[in-house]
């Protein structure tokens, strides 16, 4: 990528405002100032101060095509063109609340990523990722070990309320149709009657009047905060 395409502005062109010195202005930063001077930057811009007795420090006004540039353009861009640093540019930006990326910062990073040595590092953390004795090594490390409770939260907030889609859904399908497994029965609800049975009889009983699995029985006991009733023997059965 060269210079030119490095700080190419896409939304231009941007004129210098006409005005004279002593003339009334208005920054989106700063407010109402007195335009009192022109940058030498290669695009030159009024500078202004502001209006209150005694005060000296000047600024660059940011208003017009200087604005738009901040709100659409990309940093290095609006940088090398108006003679200020990316540092400057950053606070101009979170001034007119515009985000991280905007159109002209996406562009750059898109061409950015087509360069050759991005695509060739790109290829080389592929094949570095897909090593087997990478991949052995890191399992071998993380063998035993449970995430931490706070990747477990992240993971399932980023999953939460999220769907399949059509694509994925039909793979996942002819997948199951292959090994020939089958959707598991849908559960009915415990009804109030069935609960009375659970308080007052011994497992296996309420197993074989409510046509449940004992297994189902047992944990219901202990969703109705009660104990199990069960010897080590059936736990080990169960």
Excluded at 39 to 59: E, H, L, M, N, Q
Excluded at 109 to 121: F, G, K, N, S
Excluded at 223 to 234: F, I, S, V
Aim: net charge positive; with cysteine; hydrophobic share 35%.
């Amino acid at each position: 990528m060269s210079n030119d395409d490095r700080f190419k502005l896409l939304f231009g062109p941007y004129k210098t405002p006409i005005f004279k010195y002593g003339d009334d202005g208005f920054c989106e930063l700063h407010g109402s100032a007195i335009l009192c001077g022109l940058t030498d930057a290669r695009i030159p811009w009024p500078t202004g101060k502001k209006r209150v007795k005694g005060s000296r420090a000047r600024f660059i006004v940011v208003c017009g095509g200087l604005a738009e540039a901040v709100r659409r353009e990309s940093a290095q861009a609006v940088a090398y063109w108006w003679g200020v640093t990316p540092d400057t540019v950053t606070r101009w930006r979170k001034a007119l609340r515009v985000g991280a990326v905007n159109e002209g910062t996406h562009r750059l990073r898109h061409d950015y990523w087509e360069e050759p040595w991005v695509l060739a590092a790109r290829q080389t953390a592929l094949e570095k990722a897909n090593d087997p004795a990478r991949c052995a090594k890191i399992a071998r490390a993380r063998t035993g070990e449970r995430r931490p409770p706070h990747v477990v939260e992240a993971i399932a907030a980023a999953h939460r309320g999220t769907r399949h889609s059509e694509e994925t859904r039909r793979k996942m399908s002819e997948a199951h149709k292959r090994r020939g497994t089958r959707p598991p029965k849908a559960v009915s609800p415990w009804t109030e009657q069935e609960d009375a049975l659970v308080r007052t009889l011994p497992g296996k009983e309420v197993a074989k009047r409510t046509e449940r699995k004992l297994r189902a029985v047992y944990d219901r006991r202990r969703a109705l905060g009660m104990p199990d009733g069960r010897t080590k023997t059936e736990r080990a059965k169960v």
